[in-house]
């Protein structure tokens, strides 16, 4: 492979709170408010026009199929051309179009579209950052710099959700004759920083094109790829069969919730939670990214992945035999910070595993493949199962991701660090 024509400053000695990582943090916080804020109260919204539950798991679950597939091709065409910043400046601003498909929207078909749109967008910009920010900083300094990624990122999402429960605390369903009217209302408001984040990452974040990239088909740059990657990679994806979006605990709040609560009191408190969530997954963060660099990226992946399985036991236990306020916020904690580990080490670690900057995209998007399939039958398997009973879909996540831990904590020591 022919070496890179263009290295970041970082990577001949500059610090990494550089510009990429301030721009692309601040960035991530524009999105997450905007993307956050609708998700939020998204369940609410669809319980009022009567679409079911299984609905949005297997919506959160074709999004994410859509959205993996496209992070691969991103990926690989990005390492291809040489750039990456447009892509990701599009990725950005196509989620714009969710908010205003979703305020509009009078059934599902809309709002599946809306969904796949977002996550297309996401698709497009999530490898490509992602390897923009492993080239801004050194090895060392990897695990940080996405250790506060995640916090911007997250401080947008703690942001949006207090903010949507405000806002529907505020103007309840019950003052309009459209019981949806307000949820509207807040859609349409969640496309202004949608579109801000797209502006920030073109004005803040550099890239200079790299001369003369390989022209590889994709087939040829995945057999390029290292064989650690790939191996380590079926462990990922096995944790994510298992890993199904959290809007569902949105859900799951609610049903716990509303016997003691009332079913308003119920939602505004869930939205609240997952808020909490959301605190819980920047606090991790910031200790992941230190923390990491003592005991062992992957031995600490693998850790973060137990928490996980414990969640998803917790709620079944929350199920079965009922749970109060604290306990839910307990588990909501927990899903912050296991979420964190993962978000935070899994590209850190791919990105460690392939030195080359130039496989680097087509690695990020591979990781989303991974990512995206798992997310995919996570939360379509899980959604389905709720209509049984959800302490089954529960247990079911808790299965998938136990084994997951078991396959990642097998990779050889010398393969991950």
């Known amino acids: 492979m022919t070496e890179p024509t263009a290295r970041p400053q970082a990577a001949s000695g500059g610090g990494w709170w550089n510009r990429t990582v301030i721009g692309a943090g601040i960035t991530s916080f524009l999105a997450d408010l905007s993307y956050e804020t ?97 080239e801004a900083v050194t090895p060392a300094n990897r695990a940080k710099t996405f250790a506060m990624h995640r916090v911007g990122d997250t401080l947008g999402a703690i942001i949006g959700p207090i903010l949507a429960a405000l806002f529907i605390n505020q103007f309840p369903s019950s003052m309009f004759e459209d019981p949806t009217y307000n949820y509207r209302i807040l859609f349409l408001l969640t496309a202004i920083p949608a579109i801000l984040s797209a502006l920030a990452f073109a004005l803040a974040v550099p890239e200079k094109k790299r001369l003369d990239p390989p022209k590889h088909k994709l087939w040829a740059v995945l057999g390029l790829l290292p064989m650690p990657l790939k191996r380590w990679l079926i462990g990922v994806g096995v944790f994510g069969i298992g890993d199904f979006s959290h809007t569902l605990l949105i859900v799951a709040a609610g049903q716990l919730l509303t016997p003691s609560q009332g079913a308003q009191q119920a939602a505004v408190l869930a939205t609240v939670l997952y808020a909490v969530r959301n605190v819980a997954h920047v606090l991790a963060a910031i200790a992941v990214g230190s923390l990491s660099e003592r005991v062992g990226r ?92 959800p302490a089954f879909g529960f247990a079911f996540a808790a299965a998938a991701m136990a084994i997951g831990a078991v396959l990642t904590s097998l990779c050889p020591r010398g393969s991950v660090r």
């Open 38 to 134: 609708l998700l939020a109260v998204l369940p609410h919204f669809l319980a009022i026009i009567q679409v079911p539950v299984a609905f949005l798991g297997m919506m959160e679950g074709a999004a994410d199929a859509i959205s993996s597939f496209v992070k691969l091709g991103a990926g690989w065409w990005s390492d291809r051309i040489g750039r990456r910043k447009p892509l990701v400046v599009a990725g950005y601003a196509v989620s714009a179009v969710m908010s205003i498909l979703t305020a509009a929207a009078v059934s599902w078909p809309a709002i599946l579209i809306g969904r796949l749109l977002a996550w297309l967008g996401k698709g497009v910009r999530g490898p490509l950052r992602n390897a923009l920010l492993a």
């Open 298 to 389: 992957n031995r600490m992946l693998v850790a973060g992945y137990a928490l996980g399985v414990a969640t998803m036991l917790g709620f079944v236990l929350a199920f079965v035999i009922g749970a109060n306020l604290a306990a839910v916020a307990i588990l909501f904690v927990m899903a912050g910070a296991y979420l964190a580990v993962e978000e935070t080490l899994e590209p850190t670690l791919t990105a460690d595993m392939v030195p080359d900057e130039n496989l680097r995209g087509t690695a990020f998007g591979l990781l989303g493949v991974v990512n995206g399939v798992g997310d995919f039958i996570a939360s379509a398997v899980v959604g389905l199962i709720w209509w049984f009973n």
